[in-house]
C-alpha cells in the first residue's frame, strides 16, 4: 500500500485526506492519505523520515510553503513563486505548486475573468505569493496588503518581474479602488481566529468579488458578510479541490475524479 500525506501545524482541520481516500477508493488504487502535524522546528527530520519511510507524496500546507522549498528540488513555477505545496517523493524530493492552479480554475468555475481587473491580495505567505504570481500571469493588476510591511514588500518586489504589482498598507486600503478581493490569510480558519476578518469591514462593498482561501468553515465571516452585501463570492474548497487534484495527478500520473473529491471534502467540513 502506498502511502501520501499532508504536514502542516495545526493541521487536524484538513478535509484533504476525506478527499484523496475518497478518489483513491474511487480508483480502486491501493493506498491511504493521513495527516501530520509537524511543527517549524521539525520540519527537516518530517522530510526526512517521510522519505526514509517510503512515503510517496505531501501536500504541504501552513506554515511550511516557503521553508520547505530549502529541502526539496522545486520545478520552475515553485522556485518563481518561492513556495511550494506538494512534494513528490522520488530518489529526490520534488517540490510543485498547485495553489495557483487552484486559485485560477476556482475563479474560473466561478465565472470571474481576471484579465485587466484589480485584484487585492490579503496576506504575503506561500496561498498570498502563488496566487500572485498566477493572476499577474493572467493579465491582472495585483495589490498586496499585510500586517508585516517588509514580507508584503518582498512578494512584490519578486512578482514585478512578471506583471503589475504594488504594495498598499493596511491604513490605506480606504483609498483603493478594485475588482477582487481574495484573502490569503489563515484568519477566519477554523482553530485560528474563527468569525474574525482579515481586513475592516469597509471594504466589502456591493459588486465586487470575495474570495476567501480559508475553506474550513466553508462560510467564514468573510464569506457570510460578502453574500449579505451583494458580493459574488468565490469558496476556498474549490481551490483545495483544484489544488488537490492537481496534486494527485502529479503523484500517481492519473485524472482523479473531481466530483467525488469535492463530495467528500464537503462531507468532511459538514462532520
Not at 517523493?89 to 470571474?112: C, P, S
Not at 482553530?191 to 474570495?211: A, C, H, T
Not at 463570492?233 to 469535492?262: C, N
Amino acid at each position: 500500500m502506498d502511502c501520501y500525506g499532508v504536514i502542516g501545524h495545526p493541521v487536524k482541520h484538513s478535509v484533504s485526506p476525506a478527499m484523496h481516500n475518497a478518489a483513491f477508493r474511487a480508483m480502486k488504487i491501493d493506498a491511504v492519505y493521513a495527516s501530520f502535524d509537524v511543527k517549524p522546528e521539525d520540519l527537516k527530520k518530517a522530510i526526512e523520515g517521510a522519505k526514509a519511510l517510503g512515503i510517496k507524496g505531501l501536500n504541504v500546507t501552513i506554515p511550511h510553503k516557503e521553508e520547505v522549498l530549502k529541502l526539496a528540488k522545486p520545478d520552475e513555477l515553485a522556485l518563481r513563486i518561492g513556495a511550494a505545496n506538494t512534494l513528490k517523493f522520488d530518489e529526490e524530493v520534488l517540490a510543485y505548486n498547485t495553489d495557483a492552479y487552484g486559485a485560477l480554475k476556482a475563479l474560473e468555475n466561478a465565472g470571474v475573468g481576471v484579465s485587466g481587473k484589480t485584484v487585492l491580495i490579503i496576506g504575503a505567505g506561500g496561498a498570498a505569493r502563488a496566487i500572485a504570481f498566477a493572476l499577474v500571469g493572467e493579465g491582472a493588476t495585483v495589490v498586496v496588503t499585510n500586517r508585516t510591511e517588509q514580507r508584503g514588500l518582498k512578494l512584490v518586489q519578486d512578482v514585478r518581474k512578471y506583471g503589475e504589482c504594488v504594495f498598499v498598507p493596511m491604513s490605506e486600503l480606504e483609498k483603493l479602488r478594485f475588482d477582487i478581493l481574495i484573502n490569503a490569510t489563515p484568519v477566519g480558519m477554523s482553530g485560528y481566529m474563527p468569525g474574525k476578518l482579515p481586513v475592516d469591514s469597509k471594504l466589502i462593498k456591493e459588486g465586487i468579488v470575495v474570495f476567501d482561501t480559508v475553506y474550513n468553515p466553508m462560510e467564514t465571516a468573510l464569506i457570510k458578510l460578502a453574500k449579505m452585501r451583494g458580493c459574488k463570492v468565490v469558496y476556498g474548497i474549490d481551490m483545495l479541490v483544484h489544488q488537490g487534484a492537481r496534486a494527485f495527478e502529479i503523484w500517481t500520473g492519473l485524472s482523479p475524479p473531481f466530483d467525488v473529491m469535492k463530495k467528500a471534502a464537503l462531507n468532511a467540513l459538514e462532520r
